[in-house]
């Protein structure tokens, strides 16, 4: 079981590895692909938490965010991989950070073709999230087993 589990585990962070390898490879001296992705989605974000919130979200530059998302998805998966809950609490920030912003579907009308596919993606970030949460919620109800305790026979009657 616990190979299954492993197994299970290894295709879970595929998802993230692989995302975070393809980013890393594109990354160069502007943050890449990644980053002009991001930028305007990022500045619509920005202006929606301050309009409903009051809060300034500070100044900075994209390719930080597009390099701590690697380091997140990178550090996360490889704890994860090896049943860690940090690991699974590394890619929760991850999925909570980035999926309402790259997967901006509520600044698109109902009818346009992006709403679909963002809405899309964005529901299968949210199972993703779903499944993290649910693997915490795991490791902590799984009572643990102790190594160093012997088992007492029990004395037969005569």
């Known amino acids: 079981m616990a190979f299954i589990s492993f197994v299970g585990r290894l295709l879970f962070v595929s998802i993230f590895v692989l995302s975070a390898w393809q980013e890393f490879s594109e990354f160069g001296d502007d943050g890449g692909p990644a980053a002009k992705t991001i930028v ?10 301050t309009a409903h919130t009051g809060f300034q979200v500070p100044d900075f530059e994209i390719k930080l965010l597009v390099a701590g998302a690697i380091a997140l998805k990178g550090f996360g998966s490889l704890l994860f991989l090896f049943g860690s809950t940090i690991g699974a609490f590394l890619l929760i920030l991850h999925q909570l950070i980035a999926t309402p912003i790259l997967y901006d579907f509520y600044n698109y009308d109902t009818e346009k ?3 679909t596919q963002l809405f899309i993606k964005f529901t299968q970030n949210l199972a993703l999230l779903g499944a993290l949460m649910f693997f915490i919620g795991m490791k902590s109800t799984t009572p643990r087993r102790s190594g160093n305790k012997k088992r007492h026979s029990k004395s037969k009657a005569a």
Do not use: A, L, M, N
């Open 40 to 49: 305007p989605k990022f500045s619509v974000f920005t202006k929606h938490v």
């Open 113 to 115: 073709k992006e709403f």
